[in-house]
């Protein structure tokens, strides 16, 4: 069986898309190869992304925040926007992906509060993205 493509958009590509693609790889690295862009990206990864995977031992440290224009050309079998913006700003040229599919998680680039809180958003987006996404991966396979 071959690996599968999987391109993650959010808008920046430093927070949610990030977390996606590294829990893929990390998680599913033998049936599916993740990577993740921005329809706008911010030009880095958030360090609490990095700290927030960095717990589940997953390294962020050496990503970069990507355009989508990096990847024109490239198929993907499945393209997965984690946010509205991205959903509805999404290339033209991406939608000759295998299987295009939405699934909205809140940005935790917006949490507020202490740093511990801010932390535990970081931490939570991340379990979401994990359940959200991974199980439907999973379910992809079978």
Not at 73 to 101: H, K, M, N, Q
Not at 118 to 133: G, H, P
């Amino acid at each position: 069986m071959s690996t599968k493509k999987v391109l993650v958009l959010c808008t920046g590509n430093s927070c949610r898309s990030q977390m996606a693609e590294g829990l893929i790889n990390g998680r599913l690295g033998k049936h599916f190869e993740a990577f993740s862009a921005g329809t706008k990206p911010s030009g880095y990864v958030h360090p609490k992304a990095i700290q927030a995977m960095a717990e589940l031992g997953v390294d962020l440290s050496q990503n970069t925040s990507k355009s989508t224009d990096t990847f024109k050309g490239t198929y993907f079998d499945y393209v997965i926007t984690v946010c509205g913006s991205a959903e509805t700003d999404c290339p033209a040229w991406l939608e000759s992906a295998g299987y295009r599919i939405h699934i909205g998680v809140d940005d935790p680039a917006d949490a507020r509060g202490t740093d511990a809180e801010i932390e535990t958003e970081f931490s939570r987006i991340r379990d979401e993205i994990a359940d959200r996404l991974l199980s439907f991966l999973y379910a992809e396979l079978t």
